[in-house]
């Protein structure tokens, strides 16, 4: 099988590892990859939004299967646009639609498919500038904190919990009037502020089955215990111990099969990955947010807990199989540690020499490339997010201290990692 892989992260890193040790994966490609995914199979020079390049791509290297990491050229609509080319109606990809993945790329539209479909979530409402001041009312009597959500992709930066009215109101405003994320706050949805512990769920479908994933926990704050600015995320681990049995059986029950009958009721031709952001409120979950791929820190815990072959899986997910697979976990603990550039998730400089990456070789340990580059054999940083170490372990917190004592080995100028990643499960 030829498979290209879109997306250039750790979460790519870690698809690429795990694609590979596939039998049926005969040749790999990412687009366009990083200075890990290279070791691992061949990068090439497009990104994932260029749907053209995507094309002759899959013409000229016969490719058999795309997987898309990120969401943007899904709910750009990647997938259609494959779907109308004839050269290219064989391909399977991993993804859904442009419809699908609107369950992810417009808030709005997936607070009212949860309302459809029974989903537990926030009680919220969505305003545009036709109904701008009825909007102003209804958060004038808004209990605090208030949520705001811009509809479309932001970059991950849509969301502001605002501790006050007046706080509400300019940022409502500057949302809608002022389009402070273009056109994704044309339109706002309020919501209710739940508060708990979140949980990142993973399932695949195929529009009609699907397998459960390994839970993930991810660390999005930039600080120890949680403190500071929200990044892409710090850490990960796998598995969750609050998500015991009983509550992931409420999960399946109140969330997962609502969802999967709400696709399959309502005609939208999903196959690929359902990323459930949940909150676990006392004993029950909600949801926060969809996603429509894989997490990422995450997927670098989840894929290394994965005893299954990943391409048997996606070949499945793509046939409409799943019903024929039984996902097999390993029992170990994973943990992932995140290094970022010095002043992430504000200013940072790329291109920095990275040293010591060669020291890795734990058996328990995995190095992932999110963010860099080679320069003349040399890697350099190449984001924000630059690399990260997963472990396996008895406990998470074995997993952990062996991430970061391998994290020790490895230098560059303005290095920086989360010590305390798993605190709550020590
Ligand atoms: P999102 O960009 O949708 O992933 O949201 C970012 C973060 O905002 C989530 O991971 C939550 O921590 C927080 N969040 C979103 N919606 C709510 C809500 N209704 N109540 C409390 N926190 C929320
Ligand atoms: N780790 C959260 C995300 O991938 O959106």
Known sequence: MRILLLGSGGREHAFAWKLSQSLRCKKLFIAPGNAGTNTLGTNLHFVATDFEAVKNCCIEEKIDLLIVGPEEPLVKGIVDFFKNEDQLKNLCIIGPDKFGAQLEGSKAFSKKFMQRNNIPTAAYKEFTSENFNEGIEYLQNHNLPIVLKADGLAAGKGVVICENRLEAIDEFSAMIKNEKFGDASKKVVVEEFLKGIELSVFVLTDGKNYVLLPEAKDYKRIGEKDSGLNTGGMGAVSPVLFADELFMQKVKEKIINPTIAGLKNEKIDYRGFIFFGLIKIEDEPFVIEYNCRMGDPETEVVLPRLKNDLVELLMATSNQQLDKITVEVDERAAATV?????????EYKKGIPIFGMNEV????????????????????????????????????????????????????????YRKDIGYEFE
Do not use: W
């Not at 070789?361 to 997963?390: M, W």
């Not at 201290?401 to 303005?414: A, D, F, M, P």
């Open 338 to 346: 995140v290094a970022v550039s010095g002043g992430y998730p504000g």
């Open 361 to 416: 070789n734990s058996a328990d340990s995995i190095l992932f490339h999110s963010g860099t580059k080679l320069k003349d054999d040399q890697p350099q940083t190449d984001g924000g997010r630059v690399l990260c170490v997963t472990s396996y372990g008895k406990s998470i917190t074995d997993a952990v201290e062996k991430s970061k004592s391998v994290l020790q080995k490895i230098n560059y100028e303005g290095m920086y």
